[in-house]
């Protein structure tokens, strides 16, 4: 069993900056891809940005720029820096951990920015 767990939402008034953090535990053999998703409410999830196991990265146009994913490879964890906030990246985020060839996703975590 993988528990993932993500933490740094809060509340931020526009063009602020926060920086979400997410921690896979548990029975790993090896993480093949971490990657932050994210969800409004009556929309679709969608992806923001993903790190593979060789460190290849990934951006959503969405970001454009604004936000940066890095990782932490001996404490399985993944970052994402997000600047220049505006109200419309209000959502909740999630992080979803690939070990193996099981995706395990966290319980997300909000980010509101204020106007």
């Known amino acids: 069993q993988v528990q993932v767990v993500e933490s740094g939402g809060g509340l931020v008034q526009a063009g602020g900056s926060l920086r979400l953090s997410c921690s896979a535990s548990?029975?790993?053999?090896?993480?093949?891809?971490m990657g932050w998703y994210r969800q409004a409410p009556g929309k679709q999830r969608e992806l923001v940005a993903g790190?593979?196991?060789?460190?290849?990265?990934n951006y959503a146009d969405l970001t454009k720029g604004r936000f940066t994913i890095s990782r932490d490879i001996a404490k399985n964890t993944v970052y994402l820096q997000m600047n220049s906030l505006t109200p419309e990246d209000t959502c909740v985020y999630y992080c979803?951990?690939?070990?193996?060839?099981?995706?395990?996703w966290g319980q997300g975590t909000q980010v509101t920015v204020s106007s």
């Open positions: 790190i593979t196991r060789g460190g290849s990265r």
């Open positions: 979803m951990v690939v070990v193996g060839t099981f995706d395990y």
């Open positions: 548990g029975s790993i053999s090896s993480i093949n891809y």
